[in-house]
């Protein structure tokens, strides 16, 4: 698949976004633990988060993963994962788990892998669109999503989530 490819404003060097691969699913991991204590102030299990990322890997219909790589290194990911739409007869594609690092912010990451889903949902005649989910109180990414012309007055989402 193709990349996308911009000079970062760290260290002018180009940044590029690909499909992850099963060997990054280590640092996909940790960046989700990174997440969930930043945004949500909660501790995963490291066992089940191992587990879960490499469930996406062995089963592409559960998602793929991107990752922005800045000089080899990787600096951040996301979670595609597809939703059926008996509305449109087409597949909605959810953006999750999203994560760039701290260092790596306001430095056009996120909007790169945006970007490239965004590439990936329009050249599949089978994907209507693309949705995500933000808590509210994350008023950071919220201004960022609606700064990369994402609108989030449609829909609220609800869940309901088995105790463990």
């Given at each position: 698949l193709?990349?996308?490819?911009?000079?970062?404003k760290?260290?002018k060097?180009?940044?590029r976004?690909?499909?992850?691969?099963?060997e990054?699913?280590?640092?996909i991991?940790?960046?989700?633990?990174?997440m969930?204590?930043?945004?949500?102030?909660?501790?995963?299990?490291?066992?089940?988060?191992?587990?879960?990322?490499?469930?996406?890997?062995?089963?592409?219909?559960?998602?793929?993963?991107?990752?922005?790589?800045?000089?080899?290194?990787?600096?951040?990911?996301?979670?595609l994962?597809?939703e059926?739409?008996?509305?449109?007869?087409?597949?909605?594609?959810?953006?999750?788990?999203?994560?760039?690092?701290?260092?790596?912010?306001?430095k056009?990451i996120?909007?790169?892998m945006?970007?490239?889903?965004?590439?990936?949902?329009?050249?599949?005649?089978d994907?209507?669109?693309?949705?995500?989910?933000?808590?509210?109180?994350?008023e950071k990414?919220?201004q960022?999503?609606?700064?990369?012309?994402m609108?989030?007055?449609?829909y609220?989402v609800?869940?309901?989530?088995?105790?463990?």
């Amino acid at each position: 698949l193709f990349l996308f490819a911009q000079r970062s404003k760290i260290n002018k060097k180009m940044v590029r976004i690909r499909l992850a691969l099963e060997e990054d699913k280590k640092t996909i991991a940790r960046f989700q633990q990174e997440m969930a204590k930043e945004t949500e102030n909660i501790e995963l299990d490291n066992d089940v988060l191992i587990s879960g990322v490499t469930a996406v890997f062995r089963d592409p219909a559960k998602g793929k993963y991107l990752v922005a790589e800045d000089d080899k290194q990787i600096v951040g990911s996301m979670l595609l994962t597809p939703e059926w739409s008996d509305w449109r007869d087409k597949w909605v594609l959810w953006l999750q788990s999203v994560y760039v690092l701290p260092e790596f912010r306001r430095k056009n990451i996120f909007s790169l892998m945006y970007e490239f889903a965004k590439q990936i949902a329009k050249r599949d005649e089978d994907v209507a669109g693309m949705r995500l989910y933000v808590d509210n109180s994350n008023e950071k990414a919220i201004q960022v999503y609606k700064a990369i012309g994402m609108n989030g007055d449609h829909y609220r989402v609800f869940e309901w989530m088995k105790k463990e």
